[in-house]
């Protein structure tokens, strides 16, 4: 069974940065891709970065310079480093893992959440 645990959320003002984790189990994490989703109410859920088992890091537009995305193979885990954090930004951020590029596992985990405000 393929666990995804998300931890690392909370209340921050906006400019603030946060790091989120991300470990997951149930898979040989060193060959798999993992990423970032997020999701704000009433709204999509959206891919926000992404790295491969290789390192290569793909982030989408609205993100890009703030957030970084980083893997520790060691600790079959996966981090999100966001900086000057908008509002935004406020949404449940959830990760996912790929073994091929865009085939994203078909589950999810708790998700963590991020609320940036004044």
Same mark, same amino acid.
Request: a positive charge; glycine letters at 12%.
């Given at each position: 069974?393929?666990?995804?645990?998300?931890? *690392?959320?909370?209340?921050?003002? $906006? @400019?603030?940065?946060?790091? !989120?984790?991300?470990?997951? &189990?149930?898979?040989?994490?060193?060959?798999?891709?993992? *990423?970032?989703?997020?999701?704000? $109410? @009433?709204?999509?859920?959206? !891919?926000?970065?992404?790295? &491969?088992?290789?390192?290569?890091?793909?982030?989408?537009?609205?993100?890009?310079?703030?957030?970084?995305?980083?893997?520790?193979?060691?600790?079959?885990?996966?981090?999100?480093?966001?900086?000057?954090?908008?509002?935004?930004?406020?949404?449940?951020?959830?990760?996912?893992?790929?073994?091929?590029?865009?085939?994203?596992?078909?589950?999810?985990?708790?998700?963590?959440?991020?609320?940036?405000?004044?």
């Amino acid at each position: 069974q393929v666990q995804l645990v998300e931890s *690392g959320g909370g209340l921050v003002q $906006p @400019g603030g940065s946060l790091r !989120l984790s991300c470990t997951a &189990s149930g898979i040989i994490f060193s060959t798999h891709g993992m *990423g970032w989703y997020r999701q704000a $109410p @009433g709204k999509q859920r959206e !891919l926000v970065a992404q790295i &491969s088992r290789t390192y290569a890091t793909i982030y989408t537009d609205s993100v890009k310079g703030r957030f970084t995305i980083a893997r520790d193979n060691a600790k079959n885990t996966v981090y999100l480093d966001m900086n000057s954090l908008k509002p935004e930004d406020t949404a449940v951020y959830y990760c996912n893992y790929y073994r091929y590029p865009g085939s994203w596992g078909g589950s999810w985990g708790q998700g963590t959440q991020v609320t940036v405000s004044s």
